[in-house]
C-alpha cells in the first residue's frame, strides 16, 4: 500500500522554492497516490526536488481529488487531512469482496431480485449522522505493529476485532439506479483492474470475476447498480458505506466506481489532471 508521503532524495545542488502551496491534483483510477505523485514531478519539474505529500489516500480503483502540500504547506497537513469530503460512489449489488470494491477476492454472491428503490434510500438512512464504521480489512490502518491489509494478506485477519471510528456522513442521497450486463460488467472491472500496477493480487482477483462472469447463456444476466451521493468528514470510507448497505439488505454489494468529487472547496472539475 501507498505510504502517507513521498520524499525525493536530493541528487543535486538545485535550490528548493521558498514557501510552500497546495495543489489540486486529479489522481486517476489504477493510480497510487505516490505513484500520482511522480507523475506531478513529470508534469511538472519546477516540483521535481519538492518535499511532497498527500493529505487524504484515494485507492488504487478511486479517482478525483487529492490535494497535495508542496514544502512548508506540509506543516499544516493535518487542517488538510480533516477536510470534509464529497463523493459519487456507483455501487453493485450481487456480489462482495474482501476490500469492499472490485480490487478484492469475491466473498458472496447473492440474489438481487428483491431489491427496490424504497428499500435502498431506507437503507443509506443508517449511514447519515454519526456512524461508527470499520476499518476496511484492506486498509493503512495499523493495529498492533501491522497495517491491516498485512493482516489480510496473511491470512490473518480473523484473528482482529477490527478497529472502528467514528465519522459524520452530512448527507447522503440515492440519485439513481440502472442495471448492467454481465459482458459488460466483466468488461468495465478487466479494464479497471488492468489501470492498476503493484501487486494487489490483479491475476488471482481477475480469474474469479471470470468465474463468476461467465457470460455463457443467450440472455444475458443484468446487476443492478446505485449511484449515490456523499458529503462526509475526514475519514470515511466511501467503499465500507456501499458494503455496509448491502449488509443492510441483506444482499451482497460493494463499490464499483468511487469519484471524489470534492475535498473542502477544492473540485475535481478545476483538478489538474
Not at 541528487?11 to 497510487?32: A, F, I, S
Not at 459519487?88 to 469482496?97: A, P, R, Y
Request: hydrophobic residues 30%; aromatic residues 8%.
Amino acid at each position: 500500500m501507498p505510504r502517507d508521503d513521498d520524499r525525493k532524495k536530493d541528487t543535486d545542488v538545485r535550490p528548493r522554492t521558498v514557501g510552500g502551496k497546495v495543489l489540486n491534483l486529479y489522481k486517476q483510477m489504477g493510480e497510487t497516490p505516490s505513484e500520482r505523485l511522480e507523475r506531478l514531478r513529470t508534469q511538472r519539474p519546477e516540483y521535481e526536488r519538492e518535499v511532497l505529500s498527500y493529505a487524504g489516500r484515494l485507492d488504487p480503483m478511486a479517482e478525483g481529488v487529492m490535494l497535495t502540500l508542496v514544502g512548508s504547506a506540509n506543516k499544516m497537513r493535518e487542517a488538510y487531512l480533516d477536510m470534509s469530503k464529497e463523493y459519487v460512489l456507483d455501487v453493485l449489488f450481487g456480489f462482495s469482496t474482501d476490500t469492499y470494491d472490485a480490487l478484492g477476492r469475491i466473498m458472496n454472491t447473492g440474489d438481487t431480485e428483491g431489491l427496490t428503490k424504497k428499500a435502498i434510500e431506507k437503507g443509506l438512512n443508517e449511514f447519515r449522522g454519526h456512524v461508527s464504521q470499520e476499518y476496511p480489512p484492506y486498509s493503512s490502518k495499523t493495529v498492533e505493529g501491522k497495517s491491516l491489509f498485512q493482516w489480510a494478506r496473511e491470512g490473518a485477519i480473523g484473528t482482529l476485532i477490527l478497529p472502528k471510528k467514528t465519522v459524520t456522513v452530512y448527507d447522503i442521497s440515492l440519485e439513481g439506479l440502472y442495471k448492467i450486463k454481465e459482458s459488460a460488467l466483466l468488461s468495465y472491472i478487466e479494464t479497471s483492474i488492468e489501470k492498476v500496477h503493484g501487486d494487489f493480487r490483479q491475476d488471482e482477483i481477475m480469474e474469479g470475476w471470470k468465474r463468476a462472469l461467465p457470460n455463457k447463456n443467450s440472455d444475458e444476466r443484468e446487476f443492478p447498480c446505485a449511484t449515490i451521493k456523499i458529503s462526509c468528514s475526514s475519514g470515511t470510507y466511501a467503499r465500507s458505506i456501499a458494503h455496509g448497505l448491502g449488509q443492510d439488505l441483506g444482499i451482497p454489494a460493494l463499490a464499483l466506481h468511487i469519484l471524489r468529487t470534492k475535498v473542502g472547496e477544492y473540485e475535481s472539475s478545476k483538478s489538474l489532471k
